[in-house]
């Protein structure tokens, strides 16, 4: 039942805005393909490495396919039919001769056309099955070493060398981790290929590649059967390569993504168009792994303000549900985030954050809602910090969080010391300890300044997306709604990168994602 009295068709009204909103964006995806889209393919196939100077195979043959034929008929055809034709035993050695020069390649009809068509299927089927079987890994797993309650307490870890983030990840998760975010480096959301390998020089973040899944994945694995819970671990799928970097989550069996639908628009200058396109794949392939997704809604808030922005947060969160529900997800995997950010000075600021994150948890009954800790107004006064985090503590046991990424007392001035984990981790479970059940007696006066204030963000958030239903949401992302920042759909990184579908356009990876494979 409702805690704040919310009027139901109103959160229908809500959630009809959001799926009128969302639908153009919808025909947009499934009208145009991208450069990664098409890499995602030759990677769920089992193309792997890369050549001398470290470009990926995927990127060099998708190149080549590119330049001979166009991506209107998608990546698959052509190098399907190359590959049969040429007598080429694999991927591997197809894309090394395409990359000298040394492959013709055609969009084939016909019998020919068939055949490629088998060929492809066999080789992504593969893919898809590696998928299923590491989400049935998962699965034994929980079984056998057990699910933390929640909500579950997540840490990042952030190197830069992917074996020292291992002793890293593992001594948090003895020390009360659930979750493990290993931070991606600076800057690769804006490369447009996915490094190999192990790595060792990332930049206020660790690289995220393939052998740096696998390697942080088996030693997670570990520490979960010497804990007796299992320990999940989260990336982030967004950038220029969401939809590779979310087909190898799903390859080495991540559990959560970092996946918002706008976040990478607002925050990175990546195209529009480019992102709706990746994201809706990747959260295809999100579903299909049983890995549940981070969206970004408390980034807004650290260049908007936190109660005038409150509805752009929540709009968010219903365009995210929609999209994520339409590639798909359940929601179990809609891992919408929000965050304690209201400046501590303003009067009844605590009552406020109340109000918000009630408010989200009450429109989002089953999502495993994810809630960020204050970093705006974080000080170097360390002691007003620690009781900051504390209040956030606080709130997300009064409701009903289920993913808290714990603050630290000194992450506004410096990159925090190990011993600040521990202090953050001691607040934490001291709340959850003294207060974790604080949320079942928690109920609000119907109507007093805690509901009538969500009403009000409520009524705001529909308000607004009338108008982004009127006025499209590109044109929102455009005139600067979310986060302040104007991004209009004709600018940002990778807009190059868009296809439109010809007629006959074909795509193996997304017809097994939906269960439709020839």
């Known amino acids: ?93 197809l894309a090394e001769d395409a990359a000298a020069g040394k492959v013709a390649f055609r969009i084939p009809g016909g019998q020919d056309a068939v055949t490629a068509r088998e060929s492809a299927v066999r080789y992504v089927r593969s893919g898809v099955k590696r998928i299923d079987d590491q989400r049935a890994e998962r699965d034994r797993m929980l079984a056998t070493v057990g699910d933390p309650a929640r909500p579950w307490i997540y840490l990042i870890v952030a190197t830069g060398d992917i074996y020292e ?83 190898l989550a799903g390859l080495e069996r991540l559990d959560m993504m970092l996946n918002d639908c706008m976040y990478g628009i607002i925050f990175r200058d990546i195209n529009p168009i480019r992102t709706f396109i990746d994201q809706r794949f990747s959260r295809q392939v999100h579903a299909r792994a049983g890995i549940i997704i981070n969206t970004g809604e408390d980034n807004y808030l650290t260049t908007a303000d936190a109660v005038d922005a409150a509805h752009t947060v929540v709009v968010s969160q219903l365009l995210n549900e929609y999209f994520g529900l339409e590639a798909g997800l359940a929601d179990w995997q809609l891992g919408l985030g929000h965050a304690f950010e209201i400046n501590p000075a303003v009067p009844d600021s605590f009552l406020l954050e109340l109000a918000h994150a009630l408010l989200v948890r009450e429109l989002f009954p089953d999502a495993p809602l994810k809630y960020m800790p204050p970093t705006k107004h974080m000080t170097g006064n360390v002691f007003a910090g620690y009781l900051l985090d504390a209040f956030f503590n606080l709130c997300g046991m009064m409701t009903d969080q289920s993913i808290l990424l714990i603050g630290m007392m000194t992450e506004g001035i410096h990159t925090p010391f190990l011993s600040d984990r521990d202090l953050a981790l001691e607040n934490v479970r001291y709340v959850r300890s003294a207060a974790g059940r604080l949320g079942e007696s928690f109920v609000p006066a119907a109507d007093g300044f805690v509901a009538e204030r969500a009403r ?63």
Not at 38 to 49: C, P
Not at 51 to 57: A, K, N
Not at 479 to 496: A, N
Request: net charge negative; hydrophobic share 40%.
């Open 456 to 518: 009000q963000v409520l009524g705001e958030s529909i308000d607004l997306l009338a108008r982004i239903v009127s006025d499209g949401l590109l044109t929102a992302i455009g005139e600067g709604t979310f986060g302040v920042t104007r991004r209009p759909s004709s600018g940002g990184r990778g807009l190059d990168g868009v296809v439109e579908r010809a007629d006959g356009y074909w795509n193996p990876a997304i017809s097994e994602l939906e269960g439709a494979a020839q």
């Open 165 to 247: 983030d291992i002793p890293q990840a593992q001594a948090a998760a003895r020390e009360g981790a659930d979750i493990i975010a290993v931070i991606r480096s600076t800057g690769q959301s804006l490369l447009d290929y996915v490094p190999e390998g192990a790595t060792r020089e990332g930049y206020a973040g660790t690289y995220a590649t393939r052998e740096n899944f696998r390697l942080m994945r088996a030693a997670l694995d570990d520490v979960s059967r010497e804990l007796g819970r299992y320990v999940r671990l989260t990336n982030y799928a967004s950038g220029l390569c969401m939809p590779e970097i979310a087909s």
């Open 1 to 93: 039942m409702s805690k704040l009295n919310l009027d139901p068709a109103l959160v229908r009204q809500a959630r009809e805005l959001a799926r009128a909103a969302g639908e153009p964006i919808v025909r947009l995806a499934r009208t145009h393909t991208t450069v990664s889209v098409e890499r995602a393919v030759l990677r769920l196939a089992g193309l792997d490495g890369a050549d001398e100077d470290g470009m990926p195979w995927v990127n060099r043959l998708t190149d080549a396919i590119r330049q001979a034929t166009g991506l209107e008929h998608g990546v698959a055809l052509p190098a399907w039919d190359a590959m049969v034709a040429g007598g080429y035993p694999d991927l591997r050695t």
